[in-house]
Structure formats: structure tokens, C-alpha cells
């Protein structure tokens, strides 16, 4: 969903595979400068060794990787998967994400919880991943993992190298995953379920105590009571595990309001919420999927913008990649053709992500968030619902690693 000289256009896009639009248009250009101008972060989100969906319908490009390379390609079940334990798949993953990396002024990279597949059945038996070729040719070479560890090695190693390719590039980009939110049944005593570090080989525990992510996003799509996997239960579990004291945000299952299966109802999403906000160090939580909040099913999206979304909020900032603090740019109210604007004297070398300026009218202050770029923004955006003018204003640079700058107000005449 970009343009690309390594992948082919998605048929997802253009009906076609490697088939570009009509004209000439990038979608990752045009949603972050429109995210960056609502004061949201876009992160890139990447399944990295999935080649063909079911949902697919039509013919593989020629320019894919699995018809340049068709031996890194594996057919497994219904899905066409490349083969992580093939080192020069790794590499060809890698130079996707850091082409789109490099390219795009992305804030973040994100890796969803497939790596090695979710078991797929032949009636009732597990079909066995075929990666026989791969794992001998380790084992010739001098290996002496047993398949599983090997397994898991290759998904470490690729976490690991991109979290380095990624802070060497941009350091301030953060590197995230979503892995499945439970890492072994019984961790901790009474959770049940699937087992993601023996059946996908993820060590989503590794990756958060090593600190090899910036945040994690474990998918928590169970409900606050459920037997065997109670939500806070788990959240309090990841938490426990965080070593390097790095982002924990909850996966939250939007998705499962007006399922019939699941019977969920708003509440639940709010109630979820409000346990990450008890929890210390869960700094946060992500939704899946955006389709129930636009639908607003079960007036989630309305209770969500009246009740704990209510302000504009920050992404939590990550010192740990750089702790520089922004500098603070003289600001002044300036008249103009469209009206009044505040003006601010940003320097063309000023690393700022967001301006955050906050307006007060009467005993009522508003918060808003700017994208840094800017260096006017108009009154007429920071009026109150009846048009009233803000009296004073306050802007507050925020670096791009999140760390808030020293504040500056004026009054307004």
C-alpha cells in the first residue's frame, strides 16, 4: 500500500497485484501528513514472512518475491508463508522495513504476531511447517538447536536485528510488536490457552526483559472476568516481566463488541481501559479493530470521547532513545489575511515532533496538538465552542522521541 521498487502494488489497492493507481498517488504519503496534521503518530505495521492471504483472489506479480525466489515460498495449508529459517529471507524482510524506513517519515515500525504460522489442521491434526530443507542445512553447517529453539532463534534473531537497523537509521523511530497475549499456559498460574512460545516460537518475553522493543502491544482480547484468561491478570503478568522498564500498551479486542460469540457490550472496553490506567508501567492501550469504532457499535466510540478519551493525549515519551529535551521558540500573536494567528519562530534545525498549545477562555482550558512542522497556527482553531477567543496561550514544544520541552505563554489582546 505504497510505492515500491522491491514489492508489488497490492491487489488490495488496485484489484490487481503489482497493477499501480491510475494516478499517480501514494497512500503512506497521504495518510501521514494527514495523521501528523490531526497530532497522531503513524506506524508502519508489517506481517513479515506472510506471502499470500486466502483472501487473495488473483495471480501473484511477477516482481513478488516468492515467484523471483519460489524455494523460500512454502505452501502450508491455506496460505502461501516464506520460510524464516532461509537467511536470505530474513535479509529481504529487513530491507522492505527499512526501505519503507528510510523513505517515509514514519514514527514507528510494527511487527504483528505472525512469524512462523498459527497451526493450520488436516481434520484434526496439526500440519507440520515445511521447513525440513532449512533446519538440515543449519544442522549441516555446524547447528545444534533442536528445531523448536532453532525456530525461535530465527524469530530473535530478526527482532534483534531490526531493532538495531532501526535505532542506527532513525534512532528516534520506535520498534514495536504485538505478540499473542499469552506466552505459555499457566504463566501466570491459571491461565489456559494457546501456547505462542511452543506452537509460533515467539519469545514475546525475551523481547520485552531484553528491551529489544520500545513497546509492546500483547493481545489481551479476552474479557475482564473470563475464566482462564482474565484480562488484568495478564496485563499485570507482562508487566512483571518488563526488565527494561520499556512501553506496555494493551491490545484491546473492539472487534468482539456485537459478536455474538463473545456478548461484549461497550462497557467492556471501558472497564479495560480503566484497568491499564491501574496497573503501573501499562502506559496505554491499542484498539483493533478501527471498523467498531467508526460503526460507533454499542456507542463505544461516543462513550469512549466523552468518558476517558475526552482530551487530546500524548504518546508516552521514550527517553531511552534519546533523552534531548526540544528547544523553546519565542511565539507572538500576529494578524493576517485569514485572521489572527499565533506565530512561532521555528528554526529549520528544531527537532520537534508536536507543538502542544493549550488556550485558556474564562476558567475553561483546551488542549491541542500541532504537528512541529509548523510555524503559525490560527486563533480562530483555538476558539471555544461558542467562538470565543483564548485570552492566553501556552505552546509546549515535544522533541521526537516524546520528550516534552519548558512551556511558554502569552496573553492575547
Do not use: C
Not at 519469545?203 to 500483547?218: C, H, N, Q
Not at 501556552?394 to 492575547?412: D, F, H, K, Y
Amino acid at each position: 500500500l505504497y510505492a515500491s521498487k522491491i514489492e508489488p502494488w497490492s491487489e488490495y489497492l488496485t484489484g490487481r497485484q503489482g497493477r499501480a493507481p491510475d494516478v499517480a498517488w501514494d497512500p503512506l504519503t497521504f495518510v501521514i501528513r494527514e495523521a501528523h496534521a490531526r497530532g497522531l503518530e503513524l506506524h508502519a505495521w508489517f506481517n513479515p514472512y506472510r506471502a499470500k492471504d486466502p483472501s487473495a483472489k488473483g495471480a501473484i506479480a511477477a516482481t513478488h518475491f516468492s515467484r523471483q525466489y519460489p524455494a523460500y515460498a512454502k505452501r502450508y495449508g491455506r496460505y502461501l508463508w516464506f520460510d524464516p529459517g532461509e537467511p536470505n529471507v530474513q535479509k529481504r524482510t529487513v530491507r522492505v522495513i527499512l526501505d519503507v524506513l528510510m523513505r517515509y517519515d514514519v514514527d514507528g515500525i510494527h511487527l504483528d504476531d505472525y512469524f512462523y504460522p498459527y497451526p493450520e489442521l488436516r481434520g484434526r491434526r496439526e500440519i507440520a511447517f515445511p521447513d525440513t530443507a532449512s533446519f538440515a542445512r543449519y544442522r549441516r553447517n555446524g547447528g545444534t538447536l533442536d528445531r523448536d529453539d532453532w525456530r525461535r532463534q530465527n524469530v530473535n534473531h530478526l527482532v534483534d536485528t531490526l531493532r538495531t537497523e532501526i535505532a542506527n537509521a532513525k534512532p528516534w523511530v520506535k520498534f514495536g510488536i504485538s505478540p499473542f497475549g499469552i506466552w505459555k499456559p499457566g504463566e501466570p498460574v491459571g491461565i489456559t490457552g494457546f501456547d505462542a512460545f511452543l506452537k509460533i516460537f515467539a519469545d514475546a518475553r525475551t523481547w520485552l526483559a531484553s528491551g529489544w522493543v520500545d513497546y509492546l502491544v500483547p493481545q489481551l482480547y479476552w474479557g475482564v472476568e473470563q475464566n482462564g484468561q482474565r484480562f488484568g491478570e495478564l496485563l499485570r503478568w507482562w508487566q512483571a516481566q518488563n526488565d527494561s522498564s520499556r512501553h506496555l500498551w494493551a491490545g484491546i479486542a473492539d472487534y468482539k463488541i456485537g459478536d455474538p460469540r463473545a456478548k461484549w457490550r461497550s462497557g467492556e472496553v471501558l472497564r479495560q481501559i480503566d484497568s491499564t490506567r491501574v496497573v503501573g508501567g501499562a502506559a496505554g492501550a491499542v484498539h483493533f479493530q478501527m471498523t467498531a469504532l467508526l460503526e460507533d457499535r454499542d456507542s463505544v466510540a461516543t462513550r469512549l470521547t466523552r468518558g476517558p478519551y475526552a482530551m487530546p493525549a500524548l504518546v508516552p515519551a521514550t527517553p531511552w532513545k534519546s533523552a534531548s529535551v526540544p528547544r523553546t521558540p519565542a511565539i507572538a500573536v500576529a494578524r493576517s489575511e485569514k485572521g489572527d494567528v499565533l506565530t512561532i519562530a521555528r528554526r529549520p534545525t528544531d527537532q520537534v515532533r508536536w507543538w502542544v498549545i493549550q488556550a485558556r477562555t474564562g476558567n475553561e482550558w483546551t488542549t491541542h496538538v500541532f504537528d512541529g512542522s509548523l510555524t503559525e497556527a490560527p486563533l480562530s482553531a483555538l476558539a471555544t465552542k461558542d467562538g470565543a477567543g483564548p485570552e492566553v496561550v501556552s505552546l509546549m514544544p515535544v522533541g521526537r522521541t516524546g520528550v516534552e520541552g519548558v512551556p511558554v505563554a502569552i496573553r492575547v489582546r
